[in-house]
C-alpha cells in the first residue's frame, strides 16, 4: 500500500505525495453496521473516505478502551461506540448549548463493557460485492489493534485492507486475509471503479462519495422501514 496519483495513473514515493500538498475538503461520516447475532444493534465507524467502503473486510477496536452499548433517544436506534468518543455520534456533546446533565435527553447507556469483549463478533456487510462464502469465513468481523484511539472518530475504524497501510497490517495479522492473496481492489488505474462495483463503474472515486453515501441510507431506511 503505497501513495497512487489517479492523474499520471502510478505509484508515488511519500517524497513526491508531499511536494503538492494541499489542503482539501473531504466528508466526514458515521456509518453504522448491524451486527449479525443482534441486527437492531449497529457499530457505527467515522471515516472520511466513502470511497473505501465497498472494499470493507473488517472493522477494528482497540481493546484497551471503554465501550458502550448506547440508544438514541430522538430514533430509538442503538449503537455500540467508543465511551470517550460519544460525541461523534451526538455532535450536540461538543456545543456550547449543550448543558451538562441532560444526556438522558440525548442517549441512554444500555452497557458499558471492554473492547475486548467485542472482538470476533460478526456484522453484516454493507454492500454484496466481495460477500462471498469464502469472504464470510474470515472477514465482516471485529478485530483489535492498537493503532485505534479515543482522539478521533467513533473508536471503531473500518478496514478496507487494499487503501491503507494499517488496514493491510490488521487484516494480515487477524487472517481476514492471507500473504499473496488479492485483496478487494475495485480501482482501475486512473481511480475509477471496475465493473466489481457493479452500482458505481467507471465513476471516479471521489466523485462516487455521493453516491455511495446514498445508496447506504437507502438500505438503511428499508432496513429500518
Known amino acids: 500500500v503505497m501513495p497512487y ?16 500538498y494541499k489542503d482539501v475538503s473531504d466528508p466526514a461520516v458515521v456509518v453504522s453496521f448491524p451486527l449479525v447475532d443482534e441486527p437492531a444493534t449497529s457499530l457505527v465507524a467515522w471515516t472520511t473516505t466513502p470511497w473505501t467502503l465497498p472494499s ?23 449503537y455500540i461506540v467508543a465511551e470517550a468518543r ?16 441532560s444526556e438522558s435527553k440525548i442517549y441512554e447507556i444500555l452497557e458499558s463493557f471492554p473492547g475486548a469483549i ?3 463478533r460478526k456484522y453484516q456487510p454493507l454492500f454484496d460485492f466481495y460477500d462471498t462464502a469464502e469472504r464470510r469465513a474470515c472477514a465482516f468481523k471485529v478485530v483489535a489493534d492498537s493503532y485505534v484511539s479515543s482522539d478521533a472518530g467513533t473508536g471503531i475504524v473500518h478496514q ?14 487477524e487472517g481476514v486475509i492471507a500473504k499473496g492473496e488479492t485483496v478487494p481492489c475495485p480501482v482501475d488505474d ?5 465493473p ?9 472515486v471521489k466523485e462516487a462519495d455521493k453516491e455511495i453515501l446514498a445508496k447506504l441510507k437507502r438500505s438503511e431506511e428499508r432496513r429500518v422501514g
Open 160 to 173: 478496507a485492507p487494499a487503501f491503507g497501510e494499517d488496514d493491510y497490517r490488521v487484516c494480515l495479522k
Open 190 to 194: 486512473d481511480g475509477r471503479f471496475t
Open 118 to 120: 467485542l472482538i470476533g
Open 86 to 101: 460519544l460525541v461523534q455520534l451526538f455532535p450536540i456533546l461538543g456545543s456550547k448549548k449543550f448543558k451538562k446533565g
Open 196 to 204: 466489481d462495483v457493479t452500482d458505481f463503474v467507471g465513476m471516479h
Open 5 to 20: 496519483s489517479t492523474a499520471c495513473a502510478t505509484p508515488l514515493s511519500n517524497f513526491e505525495a508531499g511536494l503538492n
Open 56 to 78: 470493507n473486510l473488517a472493522l477494528c477496536i482497540n481493546e484497551q478502551l471503554t465501550y458502550v452499548k448506547v440508544r438514541a433517544v430522538s430514533e430509538q436506534k442503538v
